[in-house]
């Protein structure tokens, strides 16, 4: 009697050609921010290059507030403070990982969220640079450094790991491009927007939040990095599937014996 054999299943993973371009996207997101950072943290050390907007476009947003736009952009800058955004990755992460008895990506979303914090504050104690001036503060006196912005840095972390998370759920299929894309220019208005809000508010000059979004690239470039490079262990080329035999040589004599005496 044969035994029919399991069909494989299909595997959840990206294909090979799909691993490739995932590396090839957090190598150029790395590459990008990294460029980004250093290039507008030259600029403010050397008061030259884009460090020359600095005061041109704090004075323009001071002049051009509107109580509308005020109010708009105070609730998203206290929404996305860090304290908050830290309450609000871990919830995330918990509503991710609980439902889907998922761990890997919840962690990795954590884990980006805490890197950008230490980072954030690292880099503010080395550079040392001050805020605007206090009388342009909406929000009240704020003694913190200035360099880099920790909202727009947050915040842009959060949005854009989340929105790469949503678009590798969607799998490989036809529509995954467009749902890529639009998770990503999704989360790179919502950075924006926050980084608007500091700028409008009086807290930072334009370079401070330029160089957070470089810094969100490139974390976010080392997340992606990370969990392709965890996919691609996780694939292993299939053993073939053993060829269909008819019977072993001895129980071929044996049937060959048992119809000879029938």
Not at 37 to 66: I, Y
Not at 145 to 173: D, E, I, K, N
Not at 206 to 227: E, H, K, P, Q, R
């Amino acid at each position: 009697m044969l035994l029919a054999q399991r069909a494989p299943q299909p595997s959840a993973r990206l294909p090979l050609p799909s691993q490739r371009r995932l590396f090839f996207v957090a190598a150029g997101l790395l590459i990008a921010g990294e460029t980004i950072f250093w290039t507008v943290l030259a600029a403010v050390q050397s008061n030259s290059g884009v460090a020359a907007l600095d005061g041109p476009v704090h004075d323009g947003l001071v002049a051009s507030r509107t109580p509308p736009a005020t109010a708009f952009l105070t609730a998203v800058t206290t929404v996305t403070a860090p304290l908050w955004m830290t309450v609000i990755g871990c919830a995330v992460a918990l509503a991710w990982a609980v439902p889907k008895r998922e761990l890997w990506r919840p962690a990795l979303l954590v884990g980006a969220m805490a890197a950008t914090f230490a980072v954030s504050t690292l880099i503010k104690h080395d550079v040392g640079r001050g805020r605007p001036a206090a009388g342009g503060f909406m929000l009240g006196p704020d003694d913190a450094l200035s360099f880099p912005s920790g909202h727009t840095f947050g915040a842009g972390v959060f949005l854009c790991v989340l929105g790469y998370f949503f678009a590798a759920a969607r799998g490989t299929g036809t529509g995954k491009r467009t749902t890529s894309v639009l998770a990503f220019a999704a989360a790179a208005a919502g950075t924006l927007v926050v980084a608007w809000s500091r700028l409008y508010l009086g807290y930072h000059w334009l370079t401070d939040v330029l160089a957070s979004m470089g810094l969100a690239l490139a974390v976010t470039g080392v997340v992606i990095l990370a969990d392709g490079l965890r996919n691609a262990r996780a694939v292993r080329p299939e053993a073939p599937a053993p060829a269909a035999a008819g019977p072993s040589e001895p129980d071929a004599h044996r049937l060959g014996d048992h119809h000879g005496r029938g």
